[in-house]
Nanobody
Framework: QVQLVESGGGLVQAGGSLRLSCATS????????MGWYRQAPGKQRDVVAG???????YYADSVKGRFTISRDTATNTVYLQMNSLEPEDTAVYYC??????????WGQGTQVTVSS
């Protein structure tokens, strides 16, 4: 089973920044496009951003211009730089292949809380 380990979440004031990291195995990382997802309480899990193996990126409208996804092939790590955070960004953030697809296995995620 693939291990996806998210980290970097925390409590931040509105307008602040956080950088999330996702570590996974080399084979998984090299095969799949990677993405970040988030799930707020009582809501479904939604895609936030994705990055293709060739470097093209996708962002949900709600985070365009504020979030940046990147990947480090040397360390098999995917990052999500989050700037100008808003209370609406509060959620548990997960990484996975992009798109994740039905039946995908998920890690524990990392909690991001933005206070107003």
């Amino acid at each position: 089973q693939v291990q996806l380990v998210e980290s970097g979440g925390g409590l931040v004031q509105a307008g602040g920044s956080l950088r999330l990291s996702c570590a996974t195995s080399g084979s998984f990382f090299s095969i799949y496009n990677m993405g970040w997802y988030r799930q707020a309480p009582g809501k479904q899990r939604d895609v936030v951003a994705g990055i293709l193996n060739k470097g093209a990126t996708y962002y949900a409208d709600s985070v365009k211009g504020r979030f940046t996804i990147s990947r480090d092939t040397a360390t098999n790590t995917v990052y999500l730089q989050m700037n100008s955070l808003e209370p609406e960004d509060t959620a548990v953030y997960y990484c996975n292949k992009f798109p994740a697809g039905r039946g995908a296995s998920w890690g524990q995620g990392t909690q991001v809380t933005v206070s107003s």
